[in-house]
């Protein structure tokens, strides 16, 4: 049973653009949701995170929002660059307070010059 | 180190064979994570260290999956008796926990794994 779920497996925006990507859950006691971005051949790197008892958390051009009422939250990436190309993983935590993540399946991003 | 190192990069056995696998994480950081990325899916989380000790070991598949994080630094995942279904991607990732970035974790580039 998949409890964090991506269910777009690919999206293309041109660049300057917004691209937002969506990522839904099942399990009510996740308490901290984060956002990977991964490029071929490396490893996911850590892009932003927010807590449960928020709504809303802004860094640059990305900015993710948390829908708790629905399980769902997105990842707004505001204007969009060549360089955003890359897969997205958004991650969920439980309550134990370590870095055990679950990661959905990812959405490949591709941005358009 | 700047970053988690993980070697080597690509290893390809043969079915039944054994499998280690090196994770070198950064310097301080005491929370040392696997987890392993198959094809079109997200990691999944293997095993947790935290200093020495395995503090879950949850995701482990089955008894042929092992890891040792022995001097609480460097970690190794060792696999016996490979098989095909085993090929994946291993993802090691480390994190401080406490402070800034405590329970971020900070990923290497992957050990991948293919099994004939």
């Known amino acids: 049973d998949q409890q964090v779920k991506q269910n777009s497996p690919s999206l293309s925006v041109q660049e300057g653009r917004i691209s937002i990507l969506n990522c839904d859950y099942t399990?009510?006691?996740?308490?901290?949701f984060l956002w990977y971005k991964k490029y071929p051949a490396e490893g996911p790197t850590f892009l932003i995170s927010i807590s449960s008892i928020k709504d809303k958390n802004e860094d640059g051009r990305f900015t993710v929002f948390l829908n708790k009422s629905a399980k769902h939250l997105s990842l707004h990436i505001v204007p969009s660059q060549p360089g955003d190309s890359a897969v997205y993983f958004c991650?969920?935590?439980?309550?134990?307070?370590?870095?055990?993540?679950?990661f959905g399946q990812g959405t490949t991003l591709q941005v358009k010059p | 180190g700047a970053g988690v190192s993980q070697t080597p990069s690509n290893k390809v056995t043969e079915k039944g064979k054994y499998v280690e696998l090196r994770c070198d994480p950064i310097?301080?950081?005491?929370?040392l994570y696997w987890y392993r990325q198959s094809l079109g899916q997200g990691p999944e989380f293997l095993i947790y260290?935290?200093?020495?000790?395995?503090?879950?070991d949850s995701g482990l598949p089955n008894d042929r999956f092992f890891a040792v994080r022995p001097e609480g630094s460097v970690s190794t995942l060792k696999i016996q008796r490979t098989e095909r279904g085993d090929s994946a991607v291993y993802l090691c990732a480390s994190s401080p926990t406490s402070g800034t970035g405590a329970n971020v974790l900070t990923f290497g580039a992957g050990s991948r794994l293919t099994v004939l």
């Open positions: 399990n009510s006691m996740f308490d901290y």
């Open positions: 991650a969920a935590r439980g309550t134990s307070n370590t870095g055990k993540l679950i």
């Open positions: 260290f935290q200093g020495t000790g395995a503090a879950d």
């Open positions: 310097s301080g950081h005491t929370a």
